[in-house]
């Protein structure tokens, strides 16, 4: 028997950071939570700088050597300048009639793909939508990838917006 229309059968994660690629994976990301009933979850991951040194070492004992205050934390400029840009994706979604829809800012230490991956794992979502720059080459090669990394470390299927 099929779920009623207004029960979400599945997450649908879209990775965002405000380009013109991110705005194309918006956009499919929606159409596709429409057609499925699926909650939309709009992330854009904050990447931080390298993780402090955590392990002591001998001789160094004022080294840290617990996790707990080593939790990351977006800063505050961060938030001030993308919580409109998502609250804005946020409304466009619902405006589209997708009713369980959140957009949250997700803090990690290390790349904008791990972190998407990551995030996509914890909320045990059926599919990852990017957009993509369509670098070729060199460039593509020195500034690397998040669609790349996405599709190669996902453990659901990624959608690549090409646009």
């Not at 972190?115 to 990852?128: F, N």
Request: aromatic residues 4%.
């Amino acid at each position: 028997m099929a779920p009623p229309p207004e029960e979400s059968i599945s997450t649908i994660v879209v990775g965002v950071d405000g380009s013109k690629p991110s705005e194309a994976a918006l956009e499919s990301a929606i159409e596709m939570a429409k057609k499925t009933v699926s909650r939309l979850l709009i992330i854009y991951v904050c990447p931080l700088p390298a993780m402090p040194l955590v392990k002591g070492f001998p001789g160094y004992p004022h080294v840290m050597t617990s996790l707990p205050d080593l939790e990351p934390k977006v800063p505050q400029q961060v938030i001030d300048k993308v919580s409109p840009i998502l609250k804005e994706y946020e409304a466009r979604a619902r405006k589209a009639d997708i009713k369980d829809v959140e957009a949250k800012i997700i803090p990690v230490w290390g790349s904008v793909g791990s972190g998407l991956v990551k995030a996509a794992e914890k909320e045990k979502c059926a599919m990852i939508v990017v957009g993509s720059r369509g670098l070729t080459g060199i460039k593509r090669t020195l500034l690397g990838s998040v669609a790349d990394y996405v599709v190669k470390n996902a453990s659901c299927d990624v959608y690549v917006v090409r646009r």
